[in-house]
């Protein structure tokens, strides 16, 4: 007998197993096949201790997520898958790719709706990686930055240079090892930054160690991104726009060697200037110091082969003006010979004709002598004569005002003679022979004699 139903106000009600199978039922009749499904993963979600794989599938329009759905790569699949993709695109599988998936649609009673995907066509994924490049690309070209770092001016000597790279790999070991271990002994200073190099997580990295460069460039001449290593997988960061926006426009020449064998990636475009290896990196850095080297070793060779035709022209000239003179010199002294005879006569008549003029002249002059010299004695004469009469006449007047002013200081002498002061009642005191002026040289018992008009008194001081 069958069951009857359960119903709530006249209408049936079904559990939620019946509709879970139902829904089974329909998607299996619906969709029996496989079908090939375009998406993008927003989330990888892979368990390594299992080996299973579960990606959450999404349709974006623009920004927006138009749909979403979950997937299911069980582990047999995900290992065969994930080979083939790496080999194809060169990256594994990863979030934020988009993929062409060969996968069933299956609704589990217990699990939900869920697409297990059998297979991932790698080719699509490489053509949207292509796609994405080069729309980067362009925008990086219509933005006028394409070739920013390309045109920057590397220093004659790149001396001082940032590394990116990872202390431990290969790669940067090769290019430290290179740079200074040349056989031309050129110096090289060198810091690292040290930065994830490949993956998504390589993005941050690198542009977080640009920016802390940009911050101290000028202590640099160059950055320099090196990776060895691990083939192509993982360098699709390096076709990013982010990342090719910082090296296109950093201020310092960014020289790199990433690895990429088989085609540039954008930020090799964009860069200074690429190399495939570190090593090839290390040689560009030496080849400027190398081509500087050249240069002055050629400007040193011309300068010596200069020296020496300047010194042959020099020697040469010499030898030239030499002949000349040897051929010069005898018929400049002949001539000379004769200009200093035709001098020599000359001189000497004019020396006589000068002798006489001047013979003539200083008699002239002993005979004007002669007479000033009469004249002015007869002068001096006459004028002596009457000095004398005016001194004997002024004679007797003079000596007698003489004798009245000497007779003035007699009586002057007489009257300061100290008998005429004592007379006057005055007194002189002496100690030991010596008058005394100042009572306090003067000590108790000193003995003292004090001289009157009539005689001398003697007193001890008390």
Not at 302 to 312: G, M, P, S
Not at 348 to 371: H, P, Y
Not at 406 to 426: Q, T, W
Request: aromatic share 8%; charged share 25%.
């Amino acid at each position: 007998m069958e069951n009857k139903r359960e119903t709530f106000h006249d209408h049936p009600v079904y559990s939620l197993s019946e509709i879970a199978f139902s829904l089974h039922k329909v998607v299996e009749r619906t969709y029996p096949q496989p079908y090939f499904i375009k998406a993008e993963i927003l989330k990888l979600n892979f368990y390594p201790h299992s080996g299973h794989c579960y990606p959450e599938l999404v349709e974006k329009e623009g920004n927006s997520i138009k749909a979403e759905m979950r997937a299911i790569i069980w582990a047999a699949n995900y290992q065969r898958i994930n080979d083939r993709f790496v080999q194809i695109t060169g990256n594994p599988l990863k979030e934020n790719i988009s993929i062409l998936c060969l996968a069933r649609i299956e609704f589990s009673p217990k699990h939900g709706l869920a697409l297990h995907i059998e297979d991932i066509e790698p080719t699509y994924t490489l053509g949207e990686m292509v796609k994405n490049r080069n729309a980067v690309i362009e925008r990086l070209k219509k933005e006028g930055i394409f070739t920013a770092n390309k045109k920057l001016k590397m220093p004659l000597l790149p001396k001082r240079i940032a590394v990116i790279s990872v202390e431990t790999s290969k790669g940067f070991s090769d290019f430290i090892t290179t740079l200074n271990g040349n056989r031309y002994g050129y110096r090289f200073e060198t810091e690292l930054f040290p930065s994830i190099l490949q993956g998504d997580k390589a993005i941050a990295g690198i542009t977080g160690r640009l920016a802390e460069i940009r911050q101290r460039q000028a202590e640099f001449d160059c950055v320099v991104i090196v990776r060895g290593g691990g083939g192509d997988v993982g360098l699709s960061c390096y076709d990013e726009y982010e990342m090719a926006f910082q090296v296109a426009t950093f201020p310092l020449p960014v020289l790199t060697g990433i690895g990429h064998s088989t085609n540039l990636c954008v930020t090799d475009m964009v860069a200074f200037t690429h190399n495939i290896t570190p090593t090839e990196v290390a040689v560009e850095l030496i080849e400027y110091f190398q081509t500087f080297d050249e240069k002055v070793q050629e400007c040193c060779m011309r300068l010596v082969e200069r020296t020496k035709e300047i010194l042959t022209e020099e020697q040469n000239r010499l030898l030239e003006v030499d002949a000349r003179r040897k051929i010069a010199i005898p018929k400049v002294i002949g001539q000379h010979r004769s200009t200093l005879g035709q001098v020599s006569q000359l001189l000497v008549l004019k020396s006589k004709e000068i002798l006489m003029l001047r013979s003539t002249a200083l008699q002239n002059v002993r005979n004007d002598m002669l007479r000033i010299s009469k004249n002015q004695m007869d002068d001096v004469r006459d004028e002596m004569t009457m000095q004398q009469e005016r001194i004997k006449n002024a004679l007797p007047q003079f000596l007698a005002k003489q004798g009245e002013q000497i007779a003035g200081l007699e009586a002057k002498v007489r009257l300061l003679h100290p008998d005429n002061i004592l007379k006057r009642g005055f007194s002189i005191t002496r100690f030991q022979g010596k008058a005394v002026s100042n009572a306090t040289q003067l000590h108790p018992g000193d003995e003292l004699v004090t001289q009157v008009y009539q005689g001398e008194v003697r007193s001890e001081v008390k």
